[in-house]
């Protein structure tokens, strides 16, 4: 779980007579991520697509537009089915130029469409003004103007300019002015005016009549293009299932012809690397030897692992095999790239390590089980771990949920998030989705067994009386009576993040330890040091001034405690004296243990350490009181709503809803009367506003749950605990291989 499935570089020498078929049994295994040839090797170059390749990517560039055009999509695939390179050369052509037609005649209805719709916006003012069109344009020595205006701002800049004759013709806000002089002028003069000049319709026709020839053209236009569109949804419906057969069939087509040029070739050999999990290699190995014989060389170069002692190691070189099977180059010899004897040999020098024909990054396949699988891809939104690095995922799905839940602890907050957790998760193909309905799913039912634990239905406690008789295990603390719970959690949280940080650092030594156990323990050993060592000293009892005392009170034996566990503070267990002033500085082991700590942070960060020290070793712990304080926050909210509506009084330090009490409270104890506890007419006003609030109050609360306590649990994930260890960058383990979904081989 914490590290990635082991994997192994391999590479397939062959001569190329046999490279098609190579390629074919490699694809159909879909286990080997091959590594792409960087041209490193002398008398070596990448090889050259098959023949066809260039063809393959047109007809599939073909086939993508044709989707897009008619939106074609996978709901659309129907039963799998072959497909032929016949039918690729005579369907695709005739449903390319069919949809080509359609698709063109629609642009062009759609065009004109649109402009038929402008003229008729464009004829609405000349309507309003009511002058045939044919008397607004085509005189010798008169000019009009037409437009949208003031008439009092147009009176007046005529009025001050050079044009002596003209008239006025205005309805509403449109106006036309005719003058004896040329149109230039006439628009200057016009020009400090509040006027917007409007083309004039070409037609002799009065506008009512011409807006109404544009109106049955648009109708026209759009029975046509109705038309039009319900033949591309008729062919749709026809061709969808072959044009996503045909993609899938060209996709895997267009891939196997351009592998070659992941390969480094000679004139008559070639050969390719990539990583395999490494319990495969042999799978693959044999189904090379069936497919082709003894016309290729598969050998296993190198098997990514751990070393003995624990920590990650880049690579381990596999021993060669006198057998002639699986063979491979230690560190210093030569990797010779034969097959047959049809093939050119070439030998490279490996100098201080495996040479390699690219990429030497082993990719990552995270090794977790399936319940922890959805929350690799909350990781992956960081980034991917690395191969030598350890995998948080298992750390994820253990404290995510839990923080979560904790902060909600609602049974029925927690049923509603895991039916929507089982709805993402059911509902949809992506994967990222799915995962996010996996974690939603969990972290609901953490949600729902705190919400037990603390008596909880929707903010109303009468869980707890049906289930614990009254007497809850624990509570939120949000109630008077309750404060100490309170407390409580800002230790809890407090404690939870001193163990989360330290899982982070330890995860962080592992790291490490590649830098000699001397570098794990000055790098990483040192802030688990000092961060256990600060917190045990804050809970000791002394220096007692600046601490407050509900930290040794609230898990202790007295009337104030919340959890009774008896601890009322770690004891000093003095080492020595130092005496400063007028008294003794009092070293005990926890001081010992931050002070030692700190020292070998400076020592290992230099002066910048001092200043982390105060950030990481005390604020990022303090940072996780956000989880009691997120608690307390949605506590409040779903008291609030039952509060409004069901009413409550407070009594003996805890609040009790008057609509569940069997009696009738004290006036002197009600808080609020309640919406569903109104008299007189008010009654069934106060009902239906009581249950609107109620759905839409807790609703709220619902959906403040993802985004405040969501949120917060996975920054203190990303921040907090990422921040310690994590780096990321891994590469993905991608297969040469296709994943069918339309097509079938047979």
């Not at 029975?223 to 996503?244: I, N, P, Q």
């Not at 319990?279 to 069936?290: F, K, N, S």
């Not at 009902?687 to 959906?703: A, C, K, Q, T, W």
């Not at 403040?704 to 917060?712: K, M, R």
């Amino acid at each position: 779980m914490l590290r990635p499935e082991r994997m192994s570089r391999v590479s397939v020498t062959g001569s190329k007579r046999v490279m098609d078929d190579v390629i074919e049994t490699v694809h159909d295994l879909g286990l080997l991520h091959v590594t792409e040839y960087d041209g490193s090797w002398d008398y070596f170059e990448p090889g050259d697509p098959s023949e066809g390749a260039e063809d393959g990517s047109e007809k599939l560039v073909t086939v993508r537009s044709l989707k897009s055009i008619l939106d074609v999509d996978e709901a659309d695939a129907g039963p799998t089915r072959l497909v032929t390179d016949e039918a690729l050369d005579e369907e695709l052509e005739e449903i390319r130029q069919t949809v080509n037609e359609l698709d063109d005649r629609r642009d062009e209805l759609t065009d004109e469409l649109r402009t038929i719709e402008d003229e008729i916006q464009t004829i609405d003012p000349f309507v309003t003004l009511g002058i045939d069109l044919d008397l607004l344009q085509g005189y010798e020595n008169l000019s009009v103007v037409v437009g949208e205006g003031d008439i009092e701002t147009v009176r007046d800049a005529l009025a001050h300019s050079d044009v002596d004759l003209y008239q006025f013709f205005q309805e509403d806000d449109v106006i036309a002015v005719a003058a004896r002089t040329d149109e230039d002028t006439l628009q200057d003069a016009l020009v400090s005016a509040t006027f917007t000049e409007l083309t004039v319709p070409d037609s002799e026709a009065d506008p009512e009549s011409y807006r109404e020839e544009l109106q049955h053209r648009k109708q026209q236009l759009e029975s046509k293009l109705t038309t039009v569109e319900d033949e591309l949804e008729d062919l749709r419906l026809d061709v969808a299932g072959f044009l996503l057969a045909a993609e899938e069939k060209l996709a895997i087509d267009v891939q196997k012809s351009e592998a070659p040029l992941t390969f480094a070739t000679t004139e008559h050999a070639f050969v390719a690397e990539g990583w395999i999990p490494s319990d495969r290699y042999a799978d693959l190995a044999e189904a090379l030897t069936d497919a082709v014989g003894e016309a290729i060389e598969v050998d296993e170069l190198e098997r990514a692992d751990y070393s003995d002692e624990g920590h990650p190691e880049s690579t381990e070189t596999v021993e060669t095999d006198d057998s002639g099977g699986s063979g491979g180059a230690s560190t210093g010899e030569t990797v010779e790239a034969s097959a047959s004897d049809e093939t050119e040999s070439q030998e490279v020098a490996a100098d201080g390590g495996l040479v390699t024909m690219g990429d030497s990054r082993p990719p990552v396949v995270q090794n977790n089980p399936g319940v922890v699988k959805p929350f690799e891809a909350l990781v992956e939104i960081i980034n991917r771990p690395q191969y030598d690095e350890l995998d948080p995922t298992v750390v994820f799905f253990l404290t995510f949920p839990a923080f979560f839940g904790f902060m909600i602890g609602d049974l029925g907050y927690g049923i509603l998030y895991m039916g929507l957790g089982y709805w993402l998760l059911k509902s949809f193909d992506n994967d990222v989705v799915k995962s996010l309905g996996g974690v939603g799913l969990l972290s609901g039912l953490f949600t729902a067994v705190f919400g037990v634990l603390y008596g909880e239905l929707f903010g109303l406690h009468q869980l707890g009386d049906i289930l614990w008789n009254g007497h809850p295990p624990i509570h939120k603390g949000l109630q008077p009576h309750y404060l100490a719970y309170g407390q409580a959690w800002l230790l809890v949280s407090v404690i939870a993040g001193v163990l989360h940080l330290v899982v982070g650092r330890i995860f962080d030594f592992y790291n490490n330890l590649d830098h000699g156990l001397g570098g794990a323990i000055m790098e990483s050993g040192s802030w688990i040091l000092f961060t256990v060592g600060l917190w045990l000293w804050v809970f000791t009892r002394t220096a007692m001034g600046p601490k407050p005392s509900f930290m040794f009170e609230v898990f202790g034996s007295g009337e104030g405690a919340a959890l009774p566990l008896g601890f009322t503070g770690f004891p000093v267990l003095e080492l020595f004296r130092v005496p400063i002033g007028g008294f003794d500085l009092v070293i005990g082991v926890a001081l010992a243990m931050t002070i030692v700590g700190l020292i070998m942070v400076i020592a290992a960060e230099g002066g910048i350490g001092l200043i982390e020290s105060i950030t990481q070793g005390f604020g990022h712990v303090v940072s996780y009181t956000r989880i009691a304080a997120v608690l307390l926050a949605k506590a409040g909210m779903a008291l609030a709503v039952n509060l409004l509506v069901f009413g409550a009084t407070l009594h003996g330090g805890e609040f009790h809803l008057i609509w569940f009490m069997s009696e009738e409270p004290v006036a002197d104890d009600v808080v609020f009367q309640g919406l569903l506890n109104l008299d007189g007419p008010m009654a069934i006003v106060g009902l239906l506003f009581g249950l609107v609030l109620l759905v839409l109050g807790h609703l709220l609360v619902l959906v403040l749950g993802i985004t405040s306590a969501g949120l917060q649990a996975v920054r203190l994930e990303y921040v907090e605990f990422f921040g310690k260890f994590f780096e990321g960058g891994g590469k993905a383990y991608e297969p040469f291989g296709y994943d069918r979904e339309f097509t079938t081989e047979e």
